[in-house]
């Protein structure tokens, strides 16, 4: 250990006749500490809300939605599906039949009715293949209905339960001897599904693709494709890859462009927090600043006794460098292992609950990414190494001969 960083030290740790001193330097330590457990908090918390989100989202729905702007939906969607399926990258491709519905048992509540191909959802879609209660709707009960799938809350709006009949009246029209009236059918309840996703399952009810495309008219079209990729954040890229395998009246949208509005929300209010709360680490790099300039004052003749010994202003500012860089590290560092503390406890206890019907997720778990983590680092050290500079050169210039003049 070099002269100057043990003399810091023990500036640091020795017993003083002025303790007003060591107050300001135990403020600054904790000022730090808390401003970078805060900001390990906060960010965590934002990255976990937004993970957990994104991945309730991208569970029930799809990477890239291929559609057509025409209202007859999508032709010769098998070509379509097998072009896709040549891009590399891609995962899967299925077909959606989907229309708005007016489903009846018990109560009743208006519902997406989405027509699937049970046989390729089952494979990818973890949630299908667990389902609550009941199985994948087969072959038509004895009593000649076909069965569906219902989402947990909009179960329990409709008060039904599996093997129960249910009407569902959709927006499709069909032609009767006194006009044209809605299309409507029984279906009975083969299971109930649950994503995680408040607003899937509260309003989402799945029933074969074939039996979808009769009853909203669709013959061999399909509403959209839903398109599963390897990597989620190559959903723009994979975007241009397909434009030249779709039709002309085709057209692509990812699930970035789909949640834009909530995750610029989410990736603002990230940027925001940590802004704000790094204002607290500034405040203590204040109280640095204060704490080396009282130390230079009482430490005057101090200097002057090492500058008459040989020391060199190099070596003073030094002392003092280092000095303000042990409270900033010591501070960095207790306030990272409180703030990673406090993130294993809150995910243990689901410490942050939040109301279902308002987010797709029951509590807010923490998630601290490296990079986040090294920032949050990187910047109190940052901030606390930069306080340092001017104490350190104001003690650098003092005068041996006026320091020890009165001694």
């Known amino acids: ?40 908090i906060a960010i965590a918390l934002i990255t976990g809300f937004q993970n957990d989100v994104q991945d309730k989202i991208l569970s029930a729905t799809s990477h890239l939605m291929v559609q057509s702007v025409s209202e007859e939906g999508l032709k010769d969607f098998a070509k379509v599906m097998s072009r896709i399926m040549d891009v590399p990258g891609v995962r899967s491709v299925s077909p959606i039949a989907m229309n708005q519905a007016l489903i009846t048992g018990s109560a009743q509540s208006g519902a997406y009715l989405k027509g699937i191909d049970f046989e390729l959802e089952v494979k990818q879609s973890a949630w299908l293949q667990k389902l609550e209660s009941g199985a994948i709707p087969g072959p038509p009960s004895s009593s000649g209905r076909d069965g569906l799938l219902l989402g947990h809350d909009l179960a329990f709006k ?73 990597d989620i954040f190559a959903a723009s890229r994979m975007k241009d890859l397909f434009r030249s395998a779709l039709p002309p009246l085709a057209y692509t949208t990812t699930w970035m462009e789909l949640n834009k509005s909530l995750f610029s929300a989410l990736k603002l209010e990230k940027n925001i927090m940590f802004l704000t709360i790094t204002l607290i680490v500034f ?71 939040v109301p279902v019907a308002i ?34 050169h104001r003690a650098s210039k003092t005068d041996p001969v006026v320091a020890l003049k009165y001694e």
């Open 283 to 353: 405040v203590a790099a204040l109280n640095i600043i204060a704490t080396l300039i009282l130390m230079v004052m009482e430490k005057t003749r101090d200097i002057g006794i090492l500058m008459a010994m040989g020391a060199t202003s190099l070596n003073i500012r030094r002392i003092f460098f280092y000095q303000g860089a042990l409270i900033g590290v010591v501070g960095t560092a207790l306030g990272t292992v409180l703030g990673l503390v406090w993130c294993v406890l809150a995910n243990a206890f689901k410490l942050i609950k």
């Open 158 to 230: 409709l008060g039904v339960g599996v093997g129960d009949v249910v009407t569902v009246l959709t927006s499709a029209m069909r032609l009767t001897p006194t006009g044209l009236a809605p299309k409507q059918k029984n279906f009975v309840v083969a299971g109930i599904f649950v994503t995680g996703l408040y607003e899937f399952d509260s309003a989402t009810a799945l029933i074969a693709l074939p039996i979808a495309q009769k009853l909203f008219g669709l013959k061999d079209s399909v509403s959209y494709l839903q398109v599963m990729i390897d």
């Open 359 to 392: 987010y797709p997720i029951s509590y807010v778990p923490f998630h601290i990414k490296i990079m986040d983590l090294l920032m949050i680092v990187g910047v109190s050290l940052l901030i606390s190494l930069l306080s340092t500079l001017f104490p350190s």
């Open 1 to 40: 250990m070099n002269y100057e960083l043990f003399i810091a030290k023990r500036y640091l740790t020795a017993k003083r006749k002025q303790a007003f001193i060591s107050v300001i330097t135990f403020i600054s330590i904790l000022g730090i500490t808390i401003g970078v457990m805060a900001l390990i």
